[in-house]
C-alpha cells in the first residue's frame, strides 16, 4: 500500500529526514517510535504534503501512486488520512458541516454523487456510536472550546466518518488521560480491517498495550534505527532509548 | 402566461453575474449639477410644489457644504458636474407586474439572479425593482394592501400618500445632515417607501433591488420605513452594477422611524461592481442610513454583508429616543484586491434602559484596507442603557490591512458600555487541516470565511442568508496562493 523508499527532507533548510525506508501492506499496524525530535512527526507531515517540507529525495509510492506529486486535498481523497497531534479550531464551522464537506469532496474525486443528508445522517449516527464520540459535540463548531481529549476523539471520529485507506495517528494519545486512552484505542481496534493500514506514532509504549501493533520502528536522528514486533516496543519502555543511540553512534563510527 | 411569482422565481435560479448592460432606451437628464437639473427631475416625475421646494433646500445645503475629510482613506476626485442626475428606461406607462415589464429589463433580472432563496415559497417574498433610477414594478402589492401596507415607489408615494412622505421626510436625515445627503435630497431620483400599520406584523419580506445600469450616472435612491405602533417589518436591499471602467456614485439615503413597540429589521446584501484587480472602476457607495426608535421598547436592526463596490462608506445608525428601545448592527465587509470599507455604526442611547448591540466582522484580502468606525454615545437621560460592541478582523494575506476606530462617549455614569476587538489571521494551520481532510485551498478559505461571518449571516432571512455565503464564497476565490 506505501512503499517509502530513501526518504530525505528538510524544514527551513534543516535536515529531518534522512533516508527513510518504510514498507507498509493492508492490513498492517506499524507503530513508530522514537526520541523527541526524532523525526516522526516530520514524517507524517511529508506525508500529509505540509508546505513548509520540502522533500529533497527518495520517493514514496502510495496505491500504485507517486503520492509526492499530489497535492495535500488529492493525498486525502486517495484514502491517506492523518489524525492531528494538534487539531485546528475553526469558529463558527459546525463539525458535521465540515465533515460533509470533506466526505462529499472525496466522492466528488472518486465519482459519486454526494451522500444525501438523510444517508449521512445515518452514517454520522453509527460511526458516532462505533468510536463512542459524544453526539453533542457533532453540532459544535469544529474543536473550538474541546477539552484536548474531545479534540483527539473528534480526530478519531473524523477517521471512522472517512472511511481511509491508510491512517497516520500522530500522538494521538498525548494529552489523554487512561480512560479517554483506552476509548480512542478501542474505537481505532474497531476500524482495523484487512483493507486498511495505520501507522502509529507514539512517544510510549502505553498506547500499545491496547493498539497492539504487528511492527514497531525506531526513529532516530532521521532514519528508522531499528525494527521489531511488539515487544521491541516492551524493551524501549524498560531501557529507554539511549542504547539505540549509542548502538547507532558506534556503527556511525565505524 | 406566467405569473411573477415564476418570474421571480426563475430569475432566482440564475447564476450570480453581474458585469453586463442593458440595452434599453433611456431617458437622462442633461449632465450637470444646477437648479435646471433639480427641476428637470422633479418636472419629469410630475412631483408636487412642495417636493421641488424639498429639493432646492437640500441643494442650498449641498451648496455650502465641503467633502469631508477624516475617512481612513483617500478621497477620489468626484466631479460631480460631469454626471447625469436622472436616468430611466424610456417607458411612460404605470406598471403594474412584472408581466408588463419590457422583456430586455427582465433578462437583466434574470441575469442578475435576484438574491432569493428560489426553493422557498417564493410566495412570501414582495419585491421592489429599483432601475437606475425609477422604480419598475412593485409586486405583491395588492395582498399588501389588505393589510393596509403601503409598499411602494418613492416617486408613488409623494404622489399618492404625500401627507405621510411629507411628516417624515428627512426627520431622520435632514437634507442639510452630510454633503452626500444633501445631495441626494436635491436629486433623488426614486428608491423605496414602506409603511406598516398599527398592530400589523407584515406577513412576507419585503425586498427591493437596486440596479446602476446607464453610464455616468448616479444612483441616488432614498427609502423611507415607517414602522407605526405595534408592527414588524422586515425589508431586504440588494444591488448589483455592470462593470464600467470609471467609478460610479451611489449615493442613497435611508431613514427608518420605529414607534413604540414597533420593530425594523433591515438587511443589506451589497455587490456593487468593485472595480477591477488594479483598482480602476467600481462604484462609489456613499450612503446614509439611519433610524430612529422613537417609540419606547422598538427596536431597530441592520444587518449588512458588503462584498462590492470601489469604496464603501457608511454606518448604518440607530437614535435610541424611545426608553427600552433596541438597536443592533450586524455586519460583515469583505474587500479585496484595492478595495476600500470604511463603515461602521452610530449607535445614540437617548432613552432610559435603551440597548445595543454591535457586531461587526472585517474579512480583507489583496491590498485592501478595511476599516471599522464606530460610535456609541450615551445622553445624560440615558440611565441604564447598555451596550457591547465586538468587532474582529480577519486578514487574508499579508498586503491588507485593518483598522478600528471605536469611539465611546458616555454622559450617564450609569450606562455600560463594553468594546471587544480581535484581530486574525486565516492560518495556515486551518488551511492544512482542512486540506487534509480532502477540501481544496479555495473551498477551505470559503468555509473558514462563512465561519468567521456566521453570527451575522444568521441575523439575514434564510433566503438571503444562502446567497450571502455563495456570495462571500465567489468574493473572495482567487485571494489566497
Known sequence: MLTIKNLHAEVDGKKILKGINLEIRKGEMHAIMGPNGSGKSSLSSVLAGRENYTVTEGEVIFEGKNLLDLSPEDRAREGLFLAFQYPVEIPGVSNLHFLKTALNEIRTYHNLPPLESKEFLKLTKEKQQLVDFNANLMNRSLNEGFSGGEKKRNEVFQLAMLDPKLAILDETDSGLDIDALRIVAAGVNKLRNADKAFMVITHYQRLLEYIVPDFVHVLYNGQIVKTGTKELALELEEKGYDWLKEEVHQKESV | ?481
Not at chain 2, 140 to 160: D, H, M, P, T
Not at chain 2, 201 to 215: D, H, K, V, W
Open chain 2, 1 to 481: 402566461m406566467r405569473n411573477s411569482n415564476e418570474i421571480i422565481d426563475d430569475i432566482a435560479n440564475r447564476e450570480y453575474e453581474f458585469g453586463f448592460t442593458t440595452d434599453i432606451e433611456m431617458e437622462m437628464a442633461p449632465v450637470g449639477l444646477n437648479e435646471d437639473t433639480i427641476r428637470f427631475i422633479s418636472a419629469k416625475k410630475e412631483e408636487p410644489e412642495w417636493m421641488l421646494e424639498w429639493r432646492l433646500k437640500g441643494f442650498q445645503a449641498f451648496k455650502k457644504m465641503q467633502f469631508p475629510k477624516w475617512q481612513h482613506f483617500e478621497m477620489p476626485e468626484l466631479d460631480l458636474q460631469k454626471l447625469s442626475y436622472y436616468a430611466a428606461p424610456k417607458k411612460k406607462k404605470q406598471l403594474g407586474s412584472l408581466d408588463e415589464v419590457d422583456p430586455e429589463l427582465l433578462a437583466t433580472f434574470e441575469k442578475l439572479g435576484i438574491p432569493i432563496n428560489e426553493q422557498k415559497a417564493l410566495a412570501g417574498v414582495a419585491v421592489d425593482v429599483v432601475f437606475d433610477s425609477v422604480s419598475v414594478a412593485t409586486t405583491f402589492k395588492a395582498k399588501l394592501q389588505e393589510l393596509g401596507i403601503i409598499f411602494c415607489s418613492f416617486g408613488e408615494a409623494v404622489r399618492n400618500h404625500p401627507d405621510l412622505v411629507k411628516k417624515y421626510l428627512g426627520t431622520v436625515v435632514p437634507h442639510s445632515d452630510n454633503i452626500f445627503a444633501a445631495l441626494n435630497a436635491a436629486v433623488f431620483s426614486d428608491g423605496s417607501f414602506v409603511y406598516i400599520p398599527k398592530g400589523v406584523r407584515c406577513p412576507m419580506e419585503l425586498s427591493t433591488y437596486f440596479r446602476i445600469n446607464a453610464e455616468n450616472t448616479g444612483q441616488f435612491e432614498r427609502t423611507l420605513i415607517i414602522a407605526d405602533d405595534n408592527s414588524y417589518v422586515s425589508y431586504l436591499e440588494g444591488c448589483t452594477a455592470p462593470r464600467r471602467d470609471e467609478n460610479q456614485l451611489h449615493a442613497a439615503v435611508v431613514e427608518l422611524v420605529a414607534m413604540d413597540h414597533a420593530e425594523i429589521k433591515y438587511s443589506t446584501v451589497q455587490n456593487w461592481y468593485p472595480g477591477d484587480k488594479d483598482g480602476n472602476g467600481g462604484i462609489y457607495n456613499f450612503v446614509t442610513k439611519r433610524g430612529i426608535c422613537k417609540g419606547k421598547s422598538s427596536k431597530i436592526s441592520w444587518t449588512q454583508v458588503e462584498t462590492g463596490s470601489a469604496i464603501t462608506w457608511k454606518y448604518p445608525s440607530v437614535i435610541l429616543q424611545g426608553d427600552d428601545a433596541e438597536g443592533e448592527f450586524y455586519s460583515v465587509a469583505v474587500t479585496r484586491n484595492r478595495q476600500i470599507a470604511d463603515t461602521g455604526t452610530k449607535i445614540y442611547h437617548l432613552g432610559r434602559n435603551t440597548r445595543s448591540r454591535i457586531i461587526s466582522k472585517g474579512i480583507s484580502a489583496g491590498f485592501s484596507d478595511n476599516t471599522y468606525r464606530g460610535l456609541v454615545q450615551v445622553g445624560p437621560r440615558a440611565a441604564n442603557a447598555r451596550n457591547f460592541t465586538q468587532c474582529d478582523s480577519l486578514l487574508i494575506g499579508d498586503r491588507c490591512g485593518a483598522h478600528t476606530f471605536p469611539y465611546i462617549e458616555s454622559r450617564n455614569s450609569t450606562a455600560t458600555v463594553e468594546h471587544e476587538a480581535t484581530t486574525s489571521k486565516i492560518g495556515e494551520d486551518q488551511i492544512f487541516y482542512l486540506n487534509q481532510r480532502g477540501i481544496e485551498t479555495e473551498k477551505a478559505v470559503a468555509l473558514i470565511v462563512n465561519g468567521y461571518a456566521q453570527e451575522v449571516l444568521n441575523q439575514l432571512p434564510m433566503e438571503f442568508a444562502v446567497e450571502a455565503r455563495k456570495l462571500l464564497s465567489i468574493t473572495l476565490e482567487g485571494s489566497v496562493g
